[in-house]
Nanobody, 117 residues
Framework: QVQLVESGGGLVQAGGSLRLSCAAS????????MGWYRQAPGKQREWVAS???????NYADSVKGRFTISRDSAKNTVYLQMNSLKPDDTAVYYC???????????WGQGTQVTVSS
């Protein structure tokens, strides 16, 4: 129904910046909002940021003030601008889209972000 293609991961130094992109295709009108999650080695997947179709954004406390989620509606693309990166930000980052009137959601393939000190 919905396909998500991520890009932008890589290796950066602590204090650096990285911009992740997630392009959505398929039954986009069914999407109620999108978000970013991450999973570090040995840890559970955690929510990072989200944005609704109305443009409301929310962030995990650990990334507030450093990360910004945004969207380009014309391109059906969501971005995660990551600034002041820390080694603790190292994780596989996943794009997620949740479906209106449904408990289901769709996931991207994940992109590795590695922050070195």
């Amino acid at each position: 129904q919905v396909q998500l293609v991520e890009s932008g991961g890589g290796l950066v130094q602590a204090g650096g910046s990285l911009r992740l992109s997630c392009a959505a295709s398929g039954s986009i009108r069914s999407v109620g909002g999108m978000g970013w999650y991450r999973q570090a080695p040995g840890k559970q997947r955690e929510w990072v940021a989200s944005i609704t179709n109305g443009g409301t954004t929310n962030y995990a406390d650990s990334v507030k003030g450093r990360f910004t989620i945004s969207r380009d509606s014309a391109k059906n693309t969501v971005y995660l601008q990551m600034n002041s990166l820390k080694p603790d930000d190292t994780a596989v980052y996943y794009c997620n889209a949740w479906i209106r009137y449904s408990a289901s959601s769709y996931w991207g393939q994940g992109t590795q972000v590695t922050v070195s000190s």
